[in-house]
């Protein structure tokens, strides 16, 4: 099964992306942690990639889509994955169609997680990641069980840097602006499902298994 999660930064794309992953047993590939990984080794993609997104740019699609065209075709792939994060542009949505046709494959699924802007601050002021196993956790809706500590790895959770209100505001138009055109562009292939992504992460994960088959 080949997932795609549409939403606005925030709307819980990543959060609803590991369960599928879980459930699927399929791998969750976010092109987010990959950056953030590089990031934080240091290397020459994470020093290029951490200057978009610190100002709540998109990474160039020169420097992403073939990131994401290697990754599928890796052999945990076989079965499908959950992209979370990708395509974020018409052309890396052209890039993946474009890969997978050559393998004779195509998409099965784009969710949207629907979520109003007016929530999107708040959830992403109260968002604490783990830089080193990828969990996510919100202070109020989904707190870890020691304040400030992951439950998966004990690591210390930190505001990730592109969470400040200000670089929210500007990823919010970036998305408007260059990734909501995806929910035309899968609703004409015919494989986008919309899920109400205010509701408790249990619902959105309960009406995402009703689409996607238990
Ligand atoms: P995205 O991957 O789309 O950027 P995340 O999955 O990281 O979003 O979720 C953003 C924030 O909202 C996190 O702090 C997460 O814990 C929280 N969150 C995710 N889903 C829900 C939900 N259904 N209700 C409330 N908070 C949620
Ligand atoms: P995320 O973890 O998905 O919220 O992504 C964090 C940041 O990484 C984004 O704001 C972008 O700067 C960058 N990024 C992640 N995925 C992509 C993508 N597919 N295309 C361009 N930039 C991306």
């Not at 609803?16 to 080794?41: C, E, L, M, V």
């Not at 990131?67 to 994060?85: E, P, S, W, Y």
């Not at 562009?185 to 009406?207: A, H, R, W």
């Amino acid at each position: 099964m080949k997932i795609i999660m549409l939403g606005a930064p925030g709307a819980g794309k990543g959060t609803q992306a590991k369960q599928i992953a879980g459930k699927y047993n399929i791998p969750h590939i976010s092109t987010g942690d990959i950056f953030r990984a590089n990031i934080k080794n240091n290397t020459e993609l994470g020093q290029k990639a951490k200057t978009y997104m610190d100002q709540g740019l998109l990474v160039p699609d020169e420097l992403t889509c073939d990131l994401v065209v290697d990754r599928i075709q890796q052999d945990d792939c076989v079965n499908g994955f959950v992209l979370d994060g990708f395509p974020r542009t018409i052309p890396q949505a052209e890039a993946l169609e474009n890969a997978l046709a050559k393998l004779n494959e195509s998409m099965d699924f784009a969710i949207d997680v629907d979520v109003p802007d007016e929530n999107i601050v708040n959830r992403m002021s109260g968002r604490r990641a783990c830089l080193k196993c990828g969990a996510t956790y919100h202070i109020v809706s989904i707190p870890p069980k020691k304040e400030g500590v992951c439950d998966n790895c004990g690591s210390e959770l930190v505001i990730r840097d592109d969470d400040k209100p200000e670089t929210v505001q500007k990823r919010l138009n970036v998305y408007h602006e260059q990734t909501q055109p995806l929910i035309d562009f899968y609703s004409k292939k015919g494989i986008l499902k919309s899920v109400d992504g205010t509701q408790p992460m249990d619902k959105v994960f309960e009406d995402i298994v009703n689409i996607l088959g238990a």
